[in-house]
C-alpha cells in the first residue's frame, strides 16, 4: 500500500487556505499513485483553535468545509485522511468531537474520534472535546487498519513510568485485528521530542508487529512550532521511511515493500532550535498579517540572535534595526550594532534616548527630592527604549521584536513596559547559554555576520557605569543549570543544589527570583515554545501567592 504523508503548514481558522493546501497536496499524491494521503491533526481547521470551537459556528462551518472537500476530491482515486472539528450529537457532554474522516470517491466513509485529550503543558483539549467512547479499525484493500490521533498513542506502559490514562487506544485497535496503524499527529516541537516519538512508535511497531505511519503538521501558530519530522516505521520497529524538520513535503512510503522516501533531518538539535525560532517567527509574524519586523540592536549577544534569525525568517529588506544608545552605552554597542547591520544588509538606524531621559529626570526631580539614584533611572532608559520601539512600529507598521532570553525572564531580569515591549518573544525560552550556541549556528549561515567582539565581551544593561549582568546574576552557566532544574524538572532548591553541586542558598535566592517575577512574565510578549517548560500558556502559576519551598 502506497502512502503519502502530507505534512502541511496550515492557519487556525483559516479554512480557504487549508483546504486549498490540502486538495493541492492530495493531487500531488494522486499523481504519484499514492493510494493513502494522510495529513496532520486538525488540519482543516488548523491547531490549537481553543475557544474558537466554542463559537457554534465554527464547528458549523467545519463540516461544511469537509463536504466541499469531499467533492472537490472525488474524482482521485485516493482515500484522503484528513483532521477536523466535529458536532457532537451525543446530548450531553461537549459539544465538539476533535475526529479524523476518511474522504473516498466524495463521500465521507469513515470518522475516528480521539479518545484521549490532553490537559497537561500546552494543552488544554478536554476543555474542549468529547472524548471518544471506542476507537474502531476500519478496511482499505482488504486490511484492516487502526487509524489513531495524537495523544492516543501516548500511554505506552512500557514508555512512561507513570501513564496518566486508564485505557490504551492502540492496544484496543490491535485487539480488533488491525494490521496496519495510521497516527495523524499535531505535536509541537521542544528539545529532544523527535527521539522521543520514534521510541514510542517504534516501541508500539514491535509490541504489537504494526507498521506504523505516522504524520506530524508543520508551522508556528502563537506559542507553539510544529517540526513536521514525519516518519513511517514496519513492523520491526525500523525507519523505512521519513520528511524533513521544519518544511512542508509529501513523503511516500510502500508498507508492504518496507520502502520509502527519505528527506534529511536535523541531526543537530542547536541547529533544530535555530530552525524552529526562524519558523516560528516567520508564521507569528505573518500570520497575524505584518510583513516586517523591528529590533532594537544593542550590539550584544541576545538581539544580534534575533536579529539573524529576523533575516532568515523575512529576508534583510523587511528588518530594521534600530539602536538607542543612552548615558551609559559604550561605544562598541553603537559600532557592533552597526557593524552587523551592514554584514546583515539590513535598514539601520539610530535614535539617542538621552535628551529624552535627561529632560525626564529634570521632569522628576521635585518628585524624586530626598531619594537616592537607584533601579529606577535604570528602568526609565530601558522603558524610553521600548517607547521609541512602539513609535517607530505605529509608524512603519513593522512588528516589534523583543530580544530576552529565558535566563533573564525567569529571574525579573527585565522591564516592564521597556524591554519587554513588543509583539514577539522570539528568545523568551532560549537560556542564555544556548543563544551563544545559536549564534554562531548563525554565523555559519549568514557569513560571520556576528561581529566576534560581541561573543566576547561580557553581557550587560548598560544602565549604570560599568554594568554588567554578573552584577545581579551569577554566572550563566550556573544560573541556566539552576533554571532547568527548577522550571522545566520542577525540582526543590534542596535537589538542585545536591545534583548540580552549587550552594544551597544560591539556588534557594534564584528559586525566590523566578517566584517573585511571575507577575511580569504574564504580561510579556508571546514567546516560542523549544524546551520542555517554557513562560507562557504551558505554565499556570498563580501571581497572588505566597508559596516557598
Known amino acids: 500500500m502506497r502512502i503519502a504523508l502530507a505534512q502541511i503548514n496550515t492557519t487556525v481558522g483559516d479554512f480557504p487556505h487549508n483546504r486549498g493546501k490540502t486538495l493541492a497536496f492530495a493531487r500531488m499524491a494522486a499523481e504519484k499513485n499514492a493510494q493513502v494521503v494522510l495529513f496532520p491533526e486538525l488540519s482543516l481547521t488548523g491547531y490549537p483553535p481553543r475557544d474558537l470551537v466554542e463559537k457554534p459556528s465554527f464547528a458549523q462551518r467545519a463540516e461544511a468545509e469537509l ?98 490514562y486508564g485505557r490504551d ?8 485485528g488491525a494490521k496496519l496503524l ?43 512550532v510544529f517540526d513536521g519530522s514525519s516518519f513511517a516505521m514496519n513492523a520491526a520497529g525500523e525507519v523505512i521511511c521519513e520528511a524533513p524538520s521544519f518544511e512542508e513535503s509529501l513523503t511516500i512510503c ?17 541547529e533544530a532550535v535555530y530552525d524552529a525560532l526562524v519558523l516560528g517567527t516567520r508564521d507569528y509574524v505573518g500570520k497575524c498579517g505584518f510583513k516586517k519586523v523591528l529590533i532594537g540592536l544593542s550590539g550584544g549577544i541576545d538581539s544580534s540572535i534575533v536579529a539573524a534569525i529576523a533575516v532568515e525568517a523575512f529576508g534583510p529588506g523587511n528588518v530594521i ?15 557592533d550594532a552597526r557593524a552587523m547591520a551592514e554584514r546583515l544588509g539590513i535598514r539601520f538606524e539610530v535614535s539617542s534616548i538621552k535628551a529624552g531621559y535627561q529632560t525626564m529626570i529634570e521632569t522628576l526631580q521635585p518628585l524624586f527630592e530626598g531619594y537616592k539614584p537607584d ?67 548563525a554565523n555559519r549561515r549568514l557569513n560571520g555576520a556576528i561581529p566576534e ?38 525540582e526543590s532548591p534542596a535537589q538542585i ?3 548540580e553541586s552549587l550552594p544551597l542558598d544560591l539556588v534557594r535566592e534564584i528559586a525566590r527570583k523566578v517566584d517573585l517575577n511571575e507577575y511580569k512574565r504574564q504580561q510579556a510578549a508571546p514567546g516560542l515554545k523549544v524546551t520542555s517548560k517554557a513562560f507562557g500558556i504551558g505554565r499556570r502559576f498563580p501571581i497572588a501567592q505566597r508559596y516557598k519551598e
Not at 487506544?169 to 480488533?176: D, H, K, S, T, W
Not at 552557566?477 to 522550571?487: A, H
Request: aromatic share 8%.
Open 67 to 164: 463536504r466541499i472537500l469531499a467533492a472537490e476530491t472525488a474524482s482521485l482515486p485516493l482515500r484522503l485522511i484528513i483532521g477536523t472539528v466535529a458536532q457532537s450529537h451525543e446530548g450531553i457532554g461537549k459539544k465538539v468531537l476533535n475526529t479524523a474522516a476518511v474522504l473516498y470517491k466524495g463521500e465521507e466513509i469513515f470518522r475516528q474520534t480521539k479518545m484521549l485529550l490532553p490537559t497537561y503543558d500546552v494543552f488544554d483539549e478536554g476543555r474542549y472535546f468529547m472524548s471518544a467512547q471506542s476507537q474502531s479499525v476500519f478496511w482499505m484493500d482488504g486490511i484492516p487498519v487502526g487509524l489513531s490521533i495524537c495523544e492516543d498513542a501516548w500511554n505506552q506502559r512500557k514508555i512512561f513510568d507513570h501513564p496518566i
Open 169 to 176: 487506544p492502540i492496544a484496543e485497535l490491535q485487539a480488533q
Open 321 to 335: 534595526g534600530v539602536g538607542m544608545p543612552g548615558p551609559y552605552s559604550s561605544d562598541h554597542s553603537l559600532t
Open 182 to 224: 495510521l497516527s495523524t499527529n499535531a505535536s509541537p516541537y521542544e528539545m529532544g521530542k523527535r527521539d522521543q516519538r520514534r521510541r514510542l512508535f517504534s516501541n508500539i511497531a514491535k509490541d504489537y508487529a504494526l507498521p506504523c505511519v505516522y504524520v506530524n503538521s508543520i508551522g508556528g501558530n502563537d506559542h507553539l
Open 497 to 499: 543544589a545536591a545534583h
Open 254 to 270: 510502500d508498507v508492504a515493500t518496507g520502502e520509502g522516501e527519505r528527506q534529511a533531518t536535523h541531526a543537530d538539535e542547536d
Open 375 to 441: 533601579v529606577t533611572e535604570e528602568n526609565m532608559q530601558a522603558r524610553l527604549r521600548g517607547l521609541t520601539l512602539m513609535a517607530l512600529s505605529n509608524k512603519f507598521g513593522a512588528m516589534v521584536l523583543t530580544t530576552g532570553n529565558k535566563s533573564e525572564l525567569a529571574v525579573g531580569y527585565c522591564t516592564l513596559y521597556g524591554d519587554m515591549c513588543g509583539g514577539l518573544a522570539v528568545i523568551s525560552d532560549v537560556p542564555k547559554t544556548l543563544v551563544y550556541k545559536l549564534c554562531r549556528i
Open 453 to 490: 567582539n560581541v561573543f566576547l565581551k561580557p553581557p550587560s544593561a548598560e544602565l549604570r557605569p560599568d554594568q554588567t549582568d554578573q552584577d545581579s546574576l551569577p554566572p550563566y552557566e550556573d544560573l541556566d543549570r539552576i533554571l532547568r532544574g527548577y522550571v522545566e524538572r520542577m
